[in-house]
């Protein structure tokens, strides 16, 4: 069974500064997907990067970026330039088969002003 | 643009009451799925489908049911709600895995 460890419950960052959230999986498949969302206290899940196993190149989408090392079978997201609505639950997770996603614990980030 | 909807948002229930929760898409996606969230377990899946008239079980399933008669519908059906069973649940449907899920709002269920 996969399964997705995210090790920080909590972190802060200082309004500006960059912040890194640390996500490792395991699995025993070649072929899959990786997602990192966002929970903020409406409680709606919001897609922020994706990513393909096959693809070696890290995604990125404005101020967030992944390291993604497939090897390792981990999964970083990292913000720059943190804003105070950059403020949430942020979640990983994996998928095979775009039926059904396995979810890490996720880790709540707290923006300094 | 509705994308994905959830109903009702908020329910309070009475332990042994029966009762369902709404999720209905309108983006013809074939994935459709369910999860609870609890504090600090993350997401975990309850059912999910692959198109209509195909259900199967997911990692919480019991004391849940569901049903997929069309594209468009994935009702949850709670049969004997329990204590347990307080938690936030979400349905999400999607296209295929390059695309990730859509989630609807939630449903804050609280089982008293």
């Known amino acids: 069974a996969q399964t997705v460890t995210q090790s920080q419950p909590e972190m802060s960052v200082q309004e500006a500064e960059t912040v890194t959230l640390s996500c490792t999986y395991d699995t025993s498949e070649s072929d899959y997907y990786l997602f990192w969302y966002k929970q903020p206290p409406s409680r709606q899940m919001i897609l922020v990067i994706r990513?393909?196993?096959?693809?070696?190149q890290n995604a990125t989408e404005n101020r967030f970026s992944v390291n993604f090392q497939k090897a390792a079978k981990s999964f970083s997201l990292k913000i720059s330039d943190s804003q105070l609505g950059d403020a949430a639950m942020y979640f990983c997770?994996?998928?095979?088969?775009?039926?059904?996603?396995?979810f890490g614990t996720g880790t709540r980030l707290a923006v300094r002003p | 643009n509705a994308g994905v909807t959830q109903t009702p948002k908020f329910q309070v229930l009475k332990t042994g009451q029966s009762m369902t929760l709404q999720c209905a898409q309108d983006m013809n996606h074939e994935y459709m799925s369910w999860y609870r969230q609890d504090p600090g377990m993350g997401l975990r899946l309850i059912h999910y489908s692959v198109g209509a008239g195909i259900t199967d079980q997911g990692e919480v399933p019991n004391g849940y049911n569901v049903s997929r008669s069309t594209t468009e519908d994935f009702p949850l059906r709670l049969l004997s709600a329990a204590p347990s069973q307080t938690s936030v649940y979400f349905c999400a449907s999607s296209r295929d895995s390059r695309v990730g899920a859509f989630f609807g709002q939630g449903t804050r269920l609280t089982v008293v």
């Open positions: 990513q393909e196993a096959y693809k070696q």
């Open positions: 997770a994996y998928d095979v088969s775009g039926d059904k996603l396995t």
